[in-house]
């Protein structure tokens, strides 16, 4: 099976900007999740898509949004760029939503807001 | 809130010797916990995970993990340091009824020859 894929894998952006990352989830899972990963903050929960439909949201600005397709499929955006949006975002698929179930991370995207 | 600590930002250990990583969990219930190792560039990989099976887990990679509920602890460890576990490890806990993974800061391996 193929793994989590995540594309772009490098991206970079000037403030002010909006940007729009892609993951393609292990075939047959059902729940994709987003996180951030700065030095600073280290790993933050984004959002939690499953069956089309945001299940759980961290602590983030409206700026940050997400949304599933029917096949699984999800997109994160981020409107009105800043510096500090500078990270690495990962996704993650799991076959099921729930605590406990084993997350499968993609390689990630890095974004670089100028 | 559920929480994880990891003690040390930095472990160094010697190519052989024993890596213990450690980690401490806030809970009131019983948790959902998990380590995970992300080399350079790359996402993360999981070595394994804790839910409530046995207390003695074992992973990839030969890393295994003890659920100590009495030090509200889950510390990683191998026996012997290969340099190919230079990477950082990350724990974190799965709180009740969500799917999201809450980490802890992170503690990275070095192994030296």
């Known amino acids: 099976k193929a793994g989590v894929t995540q594309t772009p894998r490098y991206l970079i952006k000037t403030r002010g900007q909006q940007v729009t990352l892609s993951c393609s989830p292990i075939?047959?899972?059902?729940?994709v999740s987003w996180y951030q990963q700065t030095p600073g903050q280290g790993l933050q929960f984004l959002f939690e898509?499953?069956?089309?439909?945001?299940?759980n949201k961290g602590n983030f600005p409206g700026r940050f949004s997400g949304r599933q397709f029917s096949n699984s499929r999800s997109e994160m955006n981020v409107s009105t760029l800043e510096l500090g949006d500078s990270a690495l975002y990962l996704c993650?698929?799991?076959?099921?939503?729930?605590?406990?179930?084993?997350?499968?991370f993609g390689p990630g995207t890095r974004l670089t807001v100028l | 809130a559920q929480s994880v600590t990891q003690l040390g930002s930095h472990v160094s250990v010697s190519e052989g010797a024993l890596v213990l990583l450690r980690c401490n969990y806030s809970?009131?219930?019983?948790?959902?916990l998990f380590w995970y190792v992300q080399y350079p560039n790359q996402g993360l990989q999981l070595l394994l995970k804790?839910?409530?099976?046995?207390?003695l887990v074992k992973g990839i990679n030969g890393f295994e993990a003890e659920f100590k509920k009495s030090e509200t602890s889950f510390h990683l460890t191998k026996p012997s340091a290969h340099m190919s576990d230079a990477a950082e490890y990350f724990c974190a806990v799965s709180p009740q009824g969500f799917q999201k993974l809450v980490f802890g800061t992170g503690t990275r391996l070095l192994v030296s020859p």
């Open positions: 075939s047959g899972h059902r729940s």
């Open positions: 898509y499953f069956s089309e439909t945001q299940r």
């Open positions: 809970s009131s219930v019983p948790p959902y």
């Open positions: 993650a698929s799991s076959d099921t939503s729930g605590s406990g179930n084993e997350q499968f």
């Open positions: 804790y839910t409530s099976a046995a207390t």
